[in-house]
């Protein structure tokens, strides 16, 4: 798994829509290997971006509440916390 994908469940407050797809946007980044969208490639990658992040957005809503905090904090998170 991508190391640069933080959790998102159990955070407080909740993962923002932002966040969540930040995530959906780093994990389709990996699994399809484009790290710039070229005219032929960004149609199918904002769909799979799209797609992951709704997907994403329902499984945070029913899953149950962590017992502990996630152990890092999302990047959105650490550029806000730094002033950036």
Do not use: D, W
């Amino acid at each position: 798994m991508c190391r640069n994908i933080t959790t998102l469940r159990g955070l407080e407050p909740a993962a923002t829509p932002e966040e969540i797809e930040a995530a959906a946007r780093q994990y389709v980044r990996k699994v399809s290997g484009v790290q710039a969208t070229s005219p032929q490639t960004e149609p199918a990658f904002e769909r799979a971006v799209a797609a992951v992040t709704e997907a994403t957005a329902h499984l945070l809503a029913v899953l149950p509440p962590r017992r502990q905090p996630p152990p890092t904090l999302p990047p959105l998170r650490r550029m806000a916390a730094k002033g950036g």
